[in-house]
């Protein structure tokens, strides 16, 4: 199994940026692809950014430009940097990974963390 465990949330304003992390611990050696996801209160969980194993990543339109991530390989750690963030950035952020290639659908993913909230006024 693989256990992922994000922190980093915070409150910030328009503007501003914030850093989350998502250590992963277990049989990370069957991971081959890590992502972060978020979910507004009353909306579906969405994708935001994803990172393969051949080192590819990949972004939702809405952050293009704004968020990247990054993946630590010694220490199994997934990092989002977050810049320029909008009030419409504001949710539950949540870190996954699965042992195949990326999705953009939630329901490819059984593995996640406990989640980190972002919000920004």
């Known amino acids: 199994h693989v256990q992922l465990v994000e922190s980093g949330g915070g409150s910030v304003q328009a503007g501003g940026s914030l850093r989350l992390s998502c250590a992963a611990s277990?049989?990370?050696?069957?991971?081959?692809?890590m992502g972060w996801f978020r979910q507004a209160p009353g909306k579906e969980r969405e994708g935001v950014a994803a990172f393969d194993s051949d080192g590819t990543t990949s972004y939702a339109d809405s952050v293009k430009g704004r968020f990247t991530t990054s993946l630590d390989n010694a220490d199994n750690i997934l990092y989002l940097q977050m810049n320029g963030l909008e009030p419409e950035d504001t949710a539950m952020y949540y870190c996954?990974?699965?042992?195949?290639?990326?999705?953009?659908?939630?329901?490819?993913?059984?593995?996640w963390g406990q989640g980190t909230q972002v919000a920004v006024s």
């Open positions: 996954t990974a699965r042992g195949g290639a990326c999705y953009t659908s939630p329901n490819e993913y059984k593995v």
């Open positions: 277990g049989y990370t050696y069957r991971v081959y692809c």
